[in-house]
Nanobody, 116 residues
Framework: QVQLVESGGGLVQPGGSLRLSCAASGFTFNNYPLSWYRQAPGKERELVATISSSGGNTHYADSVKGRFSISRDNAKNTVYLQMNSLKPEDTAVYYC?????????WGQGTQVTVSS
């Protein structure tokens, strides 16, 4: 079955950086776009970034443009989210997602806390 496992979250000071990873299995990784979402306490889950199956196209939420970068390694079945210039408002649980006509799968999430 489809499995997504996120890692790399933690506590970081404002202005710092983190790189999240999402290891995927159970589907043909290089056939699907992948996305990162986040959910802050008391808020709805929101789309952060998406990358096409080849990695040639990316999309970002306005709130993270210029600070976050999504990438993928199809040989390792892994998608990454490089987060720079982190702000307290980036604090959330970050989730990896893959969706198709036949499935919509989520990882367990990884907590990112930006605080001094």
């Amino acid at each position: 079955q489809v499995q997504l496992v996120e890692s790399g979250g933690g506590l970081v000071q404002p202005g710092g950086s983190l790189r999240l990873s999402c290891a995927a299995s159970g589907f043909t990784f290089n056939n699907y776009p992948l996305s990162w979402y986040r959910q802050a306490p008391g808020k709805e889950r929101e789309l952060v970034a998406t990358i096409s199956s080849s990695g040639g196209n990316t999309h970002y939420a306005d709130s993270v443009k210029g600070r976050f970068s999504i990438s993928r390694d199809n040989a390792k079945n892994t998608v990454y989210l490089q987060m720079n210039s982190l702000k307290p408002e980036d604090t959330a649980v970050y989730y990896c997602n893959v969706a198709s006509f036949s499935f919509n799968s989520w990882g367990q999430g990884t907590q990112v806390t930006v605080s001094s």
